[in-house]
């Protein structure tokens, strides 16, 4: 990507719709006379009161419990430095987004403009009874270790700078784990850690705590070795400085057991790895560029173990594995500080869950069979669900034992179960389907890359490693569009079916389809002439091997799409009908709804095979299927054959897959209620929320997705064609790119499951 793209996509992102990352929205109702009186006068003077009596209650009755202050100045941010309060703000929103779809924290960022000690100090204080806790970020050193220290001291919620603890606790489980599977013990290990900002102090206090020796830590910064006979060095550092007789980085190299770098790239030699221990521990972090690169590396060492701050290799030290978690456990049990317990805490689980077997959602998330601990996976993917039931509730727990919880859990179990509830874990869906895709990108053939919408797709497919873009239509048109638009797809194949160049190709083509369709009423001629058509051609393309799936569909109608796909691709084996699926990411979790696009009044068998179809599709997500059969009615309260039908697909569907979780005819409400179906229909065979709707009819479907379209806190993904032989998906008219986008991501975990 071109850095002046990057850096318009970059501001088209951030301005786009609503300007911002992020908004404020209500939790309660408020349509009503009755809703607003009470939210606030008269009826806000009641909690008003109550808090007033006993200040604690504050937490009962206003969002203080869940509320984060992400607050900094300006003076560090990211690589940038001192660029002022103001310009820090998209950070902070930044920051602010990954503490929601993380842990369900909801933030307000503050930026002030204050860079000395005392003024930001009185300012935070000021704000402070605002927030149930208060996340530091972005503060050059020193005053940064200031600023925290007088907080914690002055303030009794809990209070972290994350660019000090955030690396420095997860670097840490990194380093244990790193230690045990070289076998080593960390009070025996000489470290070299190469950056003296505070990051780099808090790992190595945090790495002092663990076990590690102070006499065998070398730290340098950008005037060297910080050596005690060197001049005008801050506390931090002093406390840091060496008597040996090292004065280079080279020299600290040697035989060292751990790197850590938290400084600039590219200044490790493939030389300085060789020079160290054996099984060299190397954590270069810098960003975007580490301090050695990571083939350098591990070229230079075969028993090396290394980490990086990318994501585009493995070992990631990722904040995000932190922080979100940290605060928490903080929160719910309302510490009245971070203390060095919970940070250890947060290591510990941090490094035991890396230990543990990796589900398969995090496997197909990075397009692995079997993920386990060794020297390529020392610390948990940052995508693994399991984060905040393991880390939050260490930290809560170490929040209690060390005396700084005021409020206590007993359950802990039921405690990781409501996190994971409150967290609406199968949101992460297209987080885990993007992963899984740039593990194994493939071939998409895009039959309108005559449209500005589908080259922009394209340009994002292709810079997100998630697939490669062929490009269907004139040359001289879509070259055009790509400069008018300053694109990068100079590199990218594109085929015009209509061309000269193509002409055999096409005659071959048509020969083939020809030979599909000779005894369905189609001639030679009439198949050639169909190869011309880029909806036939890009089909043909897929059919044959050329290409691994097939987008169209943004500009025609769904059945003249549809059709030259179902004529030269067919369907799976034992698949008479194609039918249609819509993903519907909620607040509430992932929705899978069929038939939504193909089948116009299904009989019952096939509804039951609809239902079927779908059940295996949903499972190449890795997600387990709960079907309901929807209906106006439930469990044989009406007796109109519309619902007799139902209830005939139900057994077909049971008498073929016994162990599939399915039942109906039920209504969407029930199906979807876990409660409220015990309370009236306790003996449902759906033991949980059904995630998978088979409605009777495309009438029902149609509608029922194209009205959740329309909400803003619903993204939909679809209509996802299942029962194909090769994927072929059909787009809607008029959607936007990231739908686009998303269909192709579909696209590439289809053709990677088509596959195997």
Do not use: W
């Amino acid at each position: 990507m071109s850095n002046r793209r990057r850096k318009q996509e970059s501001l088209d992102y951030h301005k786009s719709g609503r300007p911002g990352k992020i908004e404020v929205v209500p939790t309660k109702k408020h349509s009503s006379q009755r809703d607003l009186s009470l939210a606030y006068s008269p009826g806000v003077a009641e909690p008003c009161i109550k808090i007033s009596e006993n200040p604690e209650d504050v937490y009962e009755y206003t969002a203080k419990s869940n509320l984060v202050a992400v607050i900094t100045n300006g003076t560090a941010v990211l690589g940038l430095g001192d660029i002022g309060p103001e310009a820090s703000k998209p950070v902070m929103e930044g920051k602010g987004l990954l503490f929601k779809i993380f842990a369900d924290i909801d933030v307000f960022d503050i930026e002030v403009d204050a860079s000395e000690v005392d003024k930001f100090v009185e300012v935070v204080k000021s704000i402070a009874p605002t927030f149930g806790g208060i996340n530091l970020e972005d503060i050059k050193a020193p005053e940064c270790f200031e600023i925290e220290k007088r907080l914690k001291e002055e303030l009794d919620i809990p209070i972290m700078h994350d660019d000090q603890h955030g690396t420095a606790i997860i670097s840490a489980a990194a380093l244990l784990n790193a230690l045990e599977i070289a076998d080593k013990k960390i009070e025996d290990i000489h470290i070299v850690i190469n950056g003296a900002g505070a990051a780099a102090m808090s790992c190595a206090k945090l790495y002092l705590s663990l076990g590690a020796k102070k006499s065998n830590i070398v730290m340098l910064d950008s005037k060297g070795v910080i050596r005690e006979d060197r001049d005008n060095l801050s506390n931090e550092k002093a406390f840091f400085a060496t008597d040996s007789n090292i004065h280079t980085l080279d020299e600290a190299m040697t035989n060292a057991d751990v790197f850590l770098g938290l400084s600039s790239g590219n200044i490790v030699s493939k030389q300085m790895i060789k020079s160290m221990a054996d099984m060299p521990i190397v954590f270069a972090l810098a960003n975007p560029d580490p301090e050695i690169s990571y083939d350098d590396a591990i070229s230079a060492r075969e028993d090396i173990i290394m980490a990086t701050g990318r994501s585009d290799h493995s070992n990631q030290v990722n904040n995000v594995l932190g922080f979100p978690y940290i605060f928490r456990g903080a929160l719910d049990v309302r510490a009245t500080t971070i203390n060095e317990a919970m940070k250890l805490a947060a290591v510990r689980s941090i490094a035991e869950l890396t230990k543990e077997v990796v589900p398969d959602t995090v496997n197909l998330a990075y397009g692995e069979k079997v993920i386990t601990f060794g020297p390529e996976y020392i610390i948990p993917k940052p995508l693994d669900n399991r984060l905040i039931s393991v880390v939050a509730p260490a930290v809560a727990k170490a929040a209690i034992e060390s005396g700084v919880a005021q409020k206590k859990i007993s359950d802990f179990e039921a405690y990781a179960q409501e996190l994971n509830k409150r967290l609406g874990l199968d949101n992460k869906l297209v987080r885990r389907i993007t992963t899984k895709a740039k593990r194994n990108p493939k071939r998409i053939v895009f039959a309108e890359a005559e449209h500005y919408k589908v080259l922009k797709a394209a340009q994002e497919v292709k810079d997100e490693g998630i697939a490669i873009p062929i490009l269907l239509g004139r040359e001289a048109k879509i070259r055009q569009l790509i400069e008018d638009n300053v694109l990068d797809l100079d590199d990218v194949l594109i085929l015009d079916p209509k061309s000269d160049e193509q002409r055999d190709i096409r005659n071959q083509f048509g020969e083939i389809l020809f030979d599909k369709r000779k005894r369905k009423g189609l001639t030679l001629p009439e198949a050639q002439k169909l190869m011309r058509e880029r909806n036939y051609f890009g089909s043909m393309m897929v059919d044959q091997g050329m290409a691994d799936a097939f987008i169209s569909g943004i500009s025609r109608n769904y059945p003249s799409t549809l059709r030259p796909a179902l004529q030269i691709i067919g369907t799976e084996e034992g698949v008479d009908k194609v039918a249609g699926m819509f993903i519907l990411n909620t607040k509430k979790g992932t929705l899978f709804l069929a038939d939504t696009t193909i089948n116009i009044n299904p009989t019952d068998n096939e509804l039951a095979n609809i239902a079927m179809l779908t059940a295996k599709t949903v499972r190449r997500f890795n997600v387990v299927p709960r079907l309901a059969l929807l209906s106006y009615s439930n469990f044989g309260s009406s007796m109109n054959p519309s619902v007799a039908k139902i209830t005939r697909a139900l057994k077909i569907v049971k008498d073929k897959e016994p162990n599939l979780v399915i039942d109906g005819e039920i209504q969407a409400d029930f199906a979807l209620n876990k409660d409220k179906r015990q309370q009236i229909f306790p003996f449902s065979d759906l033991t949980d929320n059904a995630n998978t709707l088979i409605f009777p009819n495309l009438e029902s479907g149609n509608i029922a997705y194209k009205m959740m379209q329309e909400f803003d806190d619903v993204e939909t993904i679809g209509p996802i064609l299942i029962g194909m032989k090769k994927p072929v998906h059909i787009l809607q008219l008029g959607c936007s790119v990231r739908e686009i986008v998303n269909m192709v991501t579909i696209a590439v975990i289809d053709a990677q499951t088509k596959r195997k």
